[in-house]
């Protein structure tokens, strides 16, 4: 047997391999649907538009073109194509800047010490940027595109890149390097940032001694609320009554909220957890394997007893959710909204519906696990933001079942309808949301090629869902929403809900385009043949949608070895004859995956994160893993014996303007 080192990415993906969704639901067996893409081009882009008051007006941007219905549409985008490639640093398209903001390591709150990656503490760390930024959000100080608040994810360490001499430690290497300390800095590394941004003079500079700024850890203390507070299965040692929680692990992607609150999602907790050996004495065995708990790709539970499933056994239910923030008040405490599920979130991608209601689509990121969205019982009060601060709290969860001919249901996960009642062991509500996955599985939810990032256009109420492969999908498991087996370069789906409203049940959907390099048969991708050899990428990860309604993508697997070109930003148009072309704005440098994608509300601001430069590329796991000494980019810093750093990057216009108009 092969015992290949494998790059961080690749280890983090490991547990996606096991594809740890066993249930017979949706066997949709030999059924292959090759359902033609309906191109439906009459249909009006802005029939159901919603929510103007938060967006800037069309009126605002010169000469849209008429639309059939003589609404004004977006035009499509305007800039000059990069070229696809793979070297050391970050490029943008021609007449943009791109401009680093923040480093892991630079200071966040008061007193933080100047980076030092020779000598780093926790102490350092728990003030500093964290490592691996995800999501980023921006939030306008008094209505402003160019003062506000930056909140980004810190998703997870790499110690091999982060400490000198510790190279690669995980299970096969015993953690035998891994100290005490060290395990405090990653623990300090880990959750998120708050940061106040300003642009003076075009340029992006971070506010030092901001009363914003803020550092949220794996061990930040955080309420937790919903149904699943104070439930038998959520109570430890430390917190008998089950309703507080320290930190927030594996933060992906999240959202922002119309209030002004932050949501960040817990993603793959499961790497987090340790004792494998005791995990079929567990008295929930059979639900932490549906979680692929514990995964022991951190010893930290060695050290700290609480991840250690033995020691405390329910420990890991408090883990896997959405999580609030305000960012606006530092002293806010985190609390974990549990009714909107307990599983690997990649997103909270959200809208205000048209009655008022708030929805929340959300993605399990792993192979075969599943789509959902969460409808607030309340409206949203936007003349009252604090009116919405236990909004979260009382909804409907739902899970998607995509048929086979391009229509979907949204299957209610509430207890005591269908089959999550006590005798199939779901005695409460509680439970529903803790094991989100096996009450989905019960109603036959459609399994998926691992859901990502999923963002609404408010133009014209169309959801799009970046599902990133799946090789694991054999032919006899695919299926009209899932229609490739093995899929190494992944699709994006658009759903359309029935009359326009995120609440309904009902609902239509179709595949974009099926990524991948349109020039190899075999691969079988369909972006636009007006796409050029530049424009077309493998494996949707995150997305943005712009103020005009247009689709921003961001990857994570593209590789010199797998698709002659790093991950990056490419723009997709969503409508009329362009529909599925795609075209490259910025591309990260090697071993990087591309993060984050967040638009200012003025559009002439585009915040990207760079997450893990440096690593190997992704399909050269015969080669030795980079480490600190030996990373395959120094970026951005680029002087010898500084590793690569994890940052945000500002994108804007030279001279300025907005971006791609
Ligand atoms: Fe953290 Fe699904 O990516
Ligand atoms: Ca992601
Ligand atoms: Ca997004
Ligand atoms: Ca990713």
Not at 191 to 203: L, Q, T
Not at 342 to 361: I, M, P
Not at 529 to 546: E, I, Q, R, Y
């Amino acid at each position: 047997m092969t015992t290949l080192p494998l790059s961080t990415s690749e280890r983090l993906k490991r547990s996606e391999d096991d594809g740890s969704n066993a249930s017979s639901n949706t066997s949709i067996g030999d059924i292959i649907a090759k359902r033609i893409s309906r191109r439906d081009l009459g249909r009006g882009l802005l029939a159901a538009s919603v929510v103007p008051a938060l967006l800037p007006s069309l009126d605002a941007f010169a000469n849209p073109a008429p639309a059939e219905n003589g609404a004004a549409v977006p035009r499509a985008f305007a800039f000059d194509e990069l070229s696809a490639g793979s070297d050391t640093t970050h490029h943008v398209a021609p007449g943009y800047d791109a401009d680093v903001l923040i480093r892991w390591g630079d200071a966040v709150e008061a007193g933080a010490p100047a980076f030092d990656a020779r000598a780093q503490s926790a102490a350092s760390q728990a003030k500093q940027f964290g490592y691996n930024n995800d999501f980023i959000g921006f939030l306008p100080i008094e209505g402003r595109s160019d003062h506000g608040l930056l909140v980004v994810n810190h998703e997870y360490t790499i110690e091999e890149l982060m400490f000198p001499t510790v190279e690669r430690q995980d299970k096969r290497a015993a953690f035998a390097k891994m100290t005490p300390e060290l395990i405090a800095i990653e623990m300090m590394a880990h959750g998120g940032s708050v940061i106040e941004v300003m642009r003076r003079d075009g340029k992006w500079h971070v506010v030092e001694n901001s009363r914003y700024a803020r550092r949220i850890t794996a061990e930040t203390e955080m309420r937790i609320s919903g149904p699943a507070a104070g439930h038998a299965k959520m109570q430890t040692r430390a917190n008998p009554d089950g309703r507080k929680v320290l930190g927030m692990l594996n933060n992906c992607s999240g959202a922002v909220t119309p209030w002004g609150t932050w949501l960040t999602c817990e993603e793959n907790i499961n790497g987090y957890f340790w004792n494998k050996a005791a995990r079929d004495q567990h008295p929930q065995a059979a639900a932490l394997k549906r979680y692929g708990i514990p995964d022991e790709w951190f010893n930290w539970g060695q050290y700290h007893k609480r991840f250690d499933i033995a020691a405390e056994p329910n420990e890991p239910h408090r883990f896997g959710w959405v999580v609030e923030i305000d960012p606006f008040d530092p002293a806010s405490v985190p609390v974990k909204r549990t009714a909107l599920g307990r599983f690997k979130h990649e997103g909270a991608g959200n809208t205000l519906n048209k009655d008022g209601r708030f929805v929340v689509y959300q993605g399990d990121d792993e192979r075969f696990d599943y789509v959902y969205k969460f409808v607030t019982d309340a409206k949203v009060d936007l003349a009252n933001p604090r009116a919405n601060a236990d909004i979260l709290d009382s909804g409907t969860l739902y899970v998607a079942r995509f048929l086979e001919d391009g229509r979907g249901l949204w299957l209610p996960l509430v207890h005591g309808r269908g089959q999550l009642t006590p005798a199939l062991g779901f005695a409460d509500q509680g439970d529903v949301v803790i094991f989100a996955r096996q009450a989905a599985d019960m109603l036959g939810a459609t399994k998926m090629d691992r859901p990502e990032d999923i963002e609404v256009n408010p133009r014209t109420n169309k959801v799009y869902v970046m599902l990133t492969k799946n090789d694991k999908r054999k032919a006899n498991q695919v299926d009209a929403a899932n229609p490739r087996a093995e899929s190494q370069f992944g699709h994006i789906i658009e759903i359309t809900p029935d009359d326009g409203d995120h609440a309904a049940t009902t609902f239509s959907w179709e595949i974009l385009v099926k990524c991948g390099d349109p020039s190899i048969a075999a691969v079988g991708a369909t972006f636009n043949p007006l796409t050029s050899k530049d424009g077309w990428f493998g494996t949707p990860d995150n997305c943005a949608v712009d103020a005009l309604g247009r689709l921003w993508v961001a990857t994570d697997g593209n590789s010199a070895s797998r698709t002659g070109r790093t991950d990056g930003i490419w723009a997709l148009e969503t409508d009329g004859a362009a529909r599925g072309t795609s075209k490259l704005f910025f591309r990260v440098p090697v071993g990087a995956e591309m993060c984050g994608p967040f638009f200012t509300p003025d559009m002439e601001t585009l915040f990207v994160a760079v997450q893990h430069p440096g690593e190997a590329d992704d399909d050269a796991s015969d080669a030795p893993p980079a480490t600190f000494e030996a990373p395959s980019t120094r970026w951005p810093d680029f002087k010898d014996g500084v590793p690569p750093r994890p940052s945000v990057v500002a994108i804007t216009r030279k001279g300025g303007g907005k971006i791609a108009v």
